[in-house]
């Protein structure tokens, strides 16, 4: 299920990012940090009353010198585009300027719910001064404190009232949830487009779709596929596309529910830096990867080539070795027809269940060829190993001291892990634990 968004807007200096970390909190990440890969925070996730949430702090998309109106104008856009809720947020100690009445002219036309957050309040004296804020026209104002962490409650309880209610989540292990991601221009609709007009695609009735995040469903030889979020694809032409802290917010949202990533690159401009970002965002996501080499019809196509494109791929993106690579064309639609099969496989991948005594074997053969490390006289026992989920597959590996579990020999038992089980495509996460 989509979990709701909830956008942060309001002029600079109103406290934005301080009510955003106060709501985020730190997110544990139970992954590895890829050298590189510095998350921008922007784009977290939130809980409250049980209720899990994404929030944007637009504040932080900030669109290089546009004039601060301009800016102003283009955040609210976004929470416009991107949010089920909007907070909006002024300054309890300024009064309402200018610059809020321009935000909530903008807002007043969305037809979203807004919250008016009234920040600033440190103490119970200032509550009286909130009353002028009823003026802008949202409705009752919530005065709080970011700062003190004061209020924040009832602000979220107006916010999650708004949220649709809760459905079920579906038990439909079959269909396959995939996003096609990458910086602007790599052709991502181009392909996403090509894929759904293929012969051998159906793709399904998408009439009462009615959230603007939409998914395309579809069909091909058999399997059932969902490309989730093509809509913001679509939805193109916003001068604030074009800024990298934006396409991070599309990249995030676009494979949050999403089993496989599809990474695309451009053949005719080679990888850049923030194709890496982009691809690193994926991965930390535990999700399955495919980097798609696509426009491969502007390069002089010979098995050399492809095979220099490889090698580059593999220096630039180590962290993905896992990560199959195709080569092809949205626009001529060459090889094209390669991809739909590589994107079931690797989902299967991610979602493989191996049986408790096939990974032990795995593990003691890899024992026998490789002893374990020895540190200050004492030596690591591996007392066995079992699957404690799947997408990605995640093993718990029990031991005498985790502290003798140097990573080199993780990643050694993680090579073998992958060479005795087909893991193409999919990261797979090892944790180490005592046994008690
Ligand atoms: P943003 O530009 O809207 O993201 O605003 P910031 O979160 O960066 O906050 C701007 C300034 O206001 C910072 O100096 C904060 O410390 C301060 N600030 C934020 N919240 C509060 C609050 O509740 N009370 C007071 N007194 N100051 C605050
Ligand atoms: P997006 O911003 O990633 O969605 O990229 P688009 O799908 O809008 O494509 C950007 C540009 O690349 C457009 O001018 C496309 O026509 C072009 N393009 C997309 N795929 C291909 C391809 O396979 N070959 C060539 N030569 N151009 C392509």
Known sequence: ????????????????????????????????????????????????????????????IEAGDEPLLVQMRQQAEIAIDEADVIIFLVNGK?????????????????????????NKIDNPEMQETIYEYYSLGFGEPFPISGAHGLGLGDLLDEVIR???????????????????????????????????????VIVSNMEGTTRDAVDTPFTRDGQDYVIIDTAGMRKR?????????????????????ADVALVLIDAETGIIEQDKRVAGYAHEEGRAVVIVVNKWDTVESDQKA????????????????????????????????????????????????IPTNLLNDVIMDAIAVNPTPTFKGKRLKVLYATQVSVKPPSFVIFVNDPEL??????????????????????PINIFVRRRQ
């Open 1 to 60: 299920m989509r979990k709701s968004v909830v956008a942060i807007v309001g002029r600079p200096n109103v406290g934005k990012s301080t009510i955003f970390n106060r709501l985020v909190g730190e997110r544990i990440s139970i992954v590895e940090d890829i050298p590189g890969v510095t998350r921008d925070r922007i784009y977290s996730q939130a809980e409250w009353l049980n209720r899990e949430f994404n929030l944007i702090d637009t504040g932080g």
């Open 94 to 118: 300024e009064g309402i300027t200018g610059a809020d009445e321009e935000v909530a002219k903008l807002l007043f036309k969305s037809n979203k719910p807004i919250v008016l957050g009234v």
């Open 306 to 353: 492809m095979q220099k494109f490889e090698e580059d791929i593999r220096t630039q993106f180590q962290f993905l070795d896992y990560a199959p690579i195709v080569f092809l064309s949205a626009e001529t639609k060459k090889r094209l027809h390669t991809l739909l099969p590589v994107v079931k496989m690797v989902s299967e991948n991610h979602a493989k269940r």
């Open 405 to 426: 579990m140097h990573f080199s020999y993780k990643r050694f038992l993680e090579n073998k892990i992958r060479e005795a089980i087909d893991y193409t495509g999919t």
């Open 162 to 200: 708004h949220f649709p209610p809760e459905e079920e989540p579906e038990d439909d292990d079959e269909t396959i949830y995939f996003s096609v991601i990458g910086r602007p221009n790599v052709g991502k609709s181009s392909l996403v487009n090509a894929l759904l007009n293929e012969d051998r």
């Open 237 to 257: 032409g916003k001068v604030y596309e074009t800024t990298e802290k934006y396409s991070v917010l599309r990249t995030l949202k676009a494979i949050e529910r």
